[in-house]
């Protein structure tokens, strides 16, 4: 019995159609990353290729859809470039003024972060895991030296939000910054007793970083939100404040 041609092909295609992707994520990430600046030319089809062991096909369906995208431009005869980002009014929100708005933060945090994890596990990407990993790896360094590093605990959530694949978690993260960086320097401090302190919020990342690697959308989801409501219920002892509408 003759093979249908059409039906030995699909293997083939899906596996090509899975390395390309996982190109165009990559590129894609370093692009958003800034690795790719603006204007920057990107390597050769031939470099891509052997960068990421890859077929120069694959590679070309990887830039195509990067193409379609906007996020890059092909000059002939050049090669492919990274398009600037188009002129957007910047994210705002208004400054942090009392303890209730860190509570507020908080609430806007626990509608944000779970579903980025989620979607980070999901649409599990290594070249993202590295960053999340590399984040978790310097925060276990300053917990083995006693400290709590804002900046780091920051970087290990906007590494999540940018794992997610979706720009709207990240610039949210990104525009709320300078607000999670008071809650989080005010937790940092509430850490300084006990060093087991340390050690469980350790852990807590860490339990969020496994669910992520093991592609496991709703762990990573029930995890992240319990992880912000203990971070939460740490700053404020478990006293909340009542915001209710007079």
Known sequence: MLEDPEAAMKPQESQTSGLADQVYHSILSGIQNGAYAPHSRLPSEHQLASQFDVSRPVVRTALARLKQEK?????QGAGSFVRPPAVQPPLGFAP?????????????????EPE??????????????????AALETMAQATRQGQHRDDVDFAFH???AEASNNHYYHQSLQALQPHIAVGMHIHGISLMGPKQGLDYVLEE?????????????????????????????????????DLSLR
């Open 116 to 133: 980025a994890a989620s979607f980070a596990a999901l649409r599990y990407n290594q070249s993202a895991m590295a960053k999340i990993e």
């Open 205 to 241: 990342h860490r339990r969020i970083v496994e669910a992520i690697r093991s592609r496991q959308p709703e762990a990573a989801r029930t995890l992240m939100a319990a992880h912000l409501r203990a971070s939460r219920d740490r700053l404020f002892d478990g006293r909340m404040l």
């Open 96 to 112: 942090v003024e009392n303890i209730a708005d860190i509570q507020r933060c908080y609430e806007y945090r626990l509608t944000l």
């Open 71 to 75: 996020f890059i431009v092909s000059r």
């Open 158 to 160: 906007l590494a999540i």
